[in-house]
């Protein structure tokens, strides 16, 4: 990770891939970026994206939802399944639920085009600059046990019967903030603030996806129990003492 947020100056220059078919809108990105001091890359379809996300070190995906190969929400769900990099959905779409399966697979935040230069800049950042502290903070964490299961903060890893079972960043991110707070339950609106942050915009109903998908890989993983409870009328909390299952 760059040392700043902010690009320029005597620091390395944060890295960006803009992936879009559309030439005009790729010229336009790499001007607002470039003018802000980032490195700029460039992709125009899926394939050429992961081939980039696999040979390069970026501090933020920019892809278009739209592209000639494959849709941009498999090549999030395939960068996903190897990286963590901040990703920034743009599309034209902005039918919520395009929005929350896009967050749900692995998106950090969503941009509904067309949209002003300020408030692409302004996610830009605030991504980049979450996710320096979300890796500040996982750097200094030990590991959580719980029976059958232990969450790596550093490794963003969690092990069940002594086997790596992969979440996506935002399914991580969300269980082990639960984990974290063992005894405490969350609303859906305090998890959305915690988890993608006070700008989001989206249906608080994300949560119930990613909840639904941590307990569907746990239980086929072998876990035993479900390591997150609904406390209706109020949201969820961690399940830690390996009690049996409740109702989803």
């Known amino acids: 990770m760059s040392q700043s947020v902010k690009a320029g100056g005597g620091v390395p220059k944060l890295q960006v891939l803009v992936v879009d078919d559309e030439w005009n809108m790729r010229n336009l990105l790499r001007i607002y970026l470039t003018r802000e001091g980032f490195e700029v890359k460039e992709a125009t379809n899926g394939n050429g994206a992961l081939e980039m996300a696999a040979n390069h070190h970026f501090d933020i995906i920019l892809l278009d939802l739209m592209l000639p190969d494959m849709d941009g929400w498999q090549v999030c769900k395939k960068i996903r399944e190897k990286d963590h990099v901040a990703i920034l959905m743009l599309t034209a779409r902005s039918e919520t639920k395009d929005k929350v399966y896009g967050l749900g697979i692995g998106a950090d935040d969503y941009l509904t085009k067309p949209f002003e230069p300020e408030e692409l800049l302004a996610r830009v950042y605030s991504l980049i600059r979450r996710s320096a502290i979300t890796q500040s903070i996982r750097r200094q964490e030990a590991a959580l046990e719980f029976p059958h299961l232990r969450i790596l903060p550093e490794g963003r890893e969690v092990i069940i019967h002594d ?76 399940n830690g003492a390996g009690t049996s299952n409740e109702k989803e």
């Open 163 to 238: 086997h790596s079972v992969e979440f996506t960043q935002k399914e991580f991110d969300l269980f082990i903030s639960l984990a974290k707070s063992e005894q405490r339950a969350f609303s859906r609106e305090e998890l959305v603030n915690l988890i993608w942050g006070d700008e989001y915009e989206g249906e608080v109903r994300v949560v119930d996806t990613h909840i639904k998908n941590i307990r569907e890989k746990t239980q086929k993983a072998g876990l035993g129990y479900n390591p997150i409870q609904t406390v209706w009328g109020v949201g969820y909390k961690f």
